[in-house]
């Protein structure tokens, strides 16, 4: 079965920082970039970025609203990726899914996605 | 950053008849390779989102063919030829053209 799980989140403080991972089964995600997508409270969803495959540099993109405090990374040989926030404000406060992209096949869409981890920004 | 506008926000459906969905963007869509760089997903209450449509009209695998893709350039429809009562939820496109990659509003479908 294919899947990917998430984990990390938890109740943080504003100004704090927080590390997600991801881990998939299932399939070799090293065939796959990875994204990242939030989903605040009653909110539609938000891409926040992804991380190219190795044969693509291993290079990322992030949306402007977290460029600078989150850095998306991947390992491969753990079957893992991970997703570094820094200087987490309120507004962070969301649902952080990690999901499957294209592949060295192509492109066909954000096709697996974890349930999720919730991050709450609370004093 | 592109910005995807949907319509109507609420959909009241009727199970048996058709409904559809639109989504403009603020800039063309439309990739070199004659593609059009929108997906569609459905996100039904309590569980994350899933694919139905990739690249403008392309049906993801498991996806019943009720669903559809259409549009270029700036206008893309989603249609349901005849709405089960499995099909309620929140429908999102999003486009993948330029980094950031954007989502609409979503659309909520309710029977």
């Known amino acids: 079965e294919v899947l990917l799980v998430e984990s990390g989140g938890g109740l943080v403080q504003p100004g704090r920082s927080l590390r997600l991972s991801c881990y998939a089964s299932g399939f070799s995600l090293g065939d796959y970039t990875v994204h990242w997508v939030r989903q605040a409270p009653g909110k539609g969803l938000e891409w926040i970025g992804f991380?190219?495959?190795?044969?693509?540099?291993?290079?990322?993109e992030y949306a402007a609203s977290a460029k600078g405090r989150i850095t998306i990374s991947r390992d491969d040989s753990k079957s893992s990726a991970h997703l570094q926030l820094s200087n987490l404000q309120i507004e962070d406060t969301a649902m952080y899914h990690c999901?499957?992209?294209?592949?060295?096949?192509?492109?066909?869409?954000?096709?697996?996605w974890g349930r999720g981890t919730l991050i709450t920004v609370s004093s | 950053d592109i910005v995807m506008t949907q319509s109507p926000r609420f959909l009241p459906v009727i199970p048996g008849e058709p409904a559809s969905i639109s989504c403009r963007s603020s800039q063309s869509l439309l990739h070199s390779s004659g593609r059009n760089y929108v997906d569609w997903y459905l996100q039904k209450s309590g569980q994350s989102p899933q694919l139905l449509i990739y690249l403008g009209s392309n049906r993801a695998s498991g996806v019943a063919d009720r669903f559809s893709g259409s549009g270029s350039g700036t206008d893309f429809t989603l249609k349901i030829s005849r709405v089960e009562a499995e099909d309620v939820g929140v429908y999102y496109c999003m486009q993948l053209l330029h980094p950031p990659w954007t989502f609409g509003q979503g659309t909520k479908v309710e029977i």
């Open positions: 991380i190219r495959r190795k044969d693509r540099g291993e290079t990322a």
């Open positions: 999901v499957r992209g294209g592949t060295t096949s192509g492109y066909s869409g954000l096709d697996q």
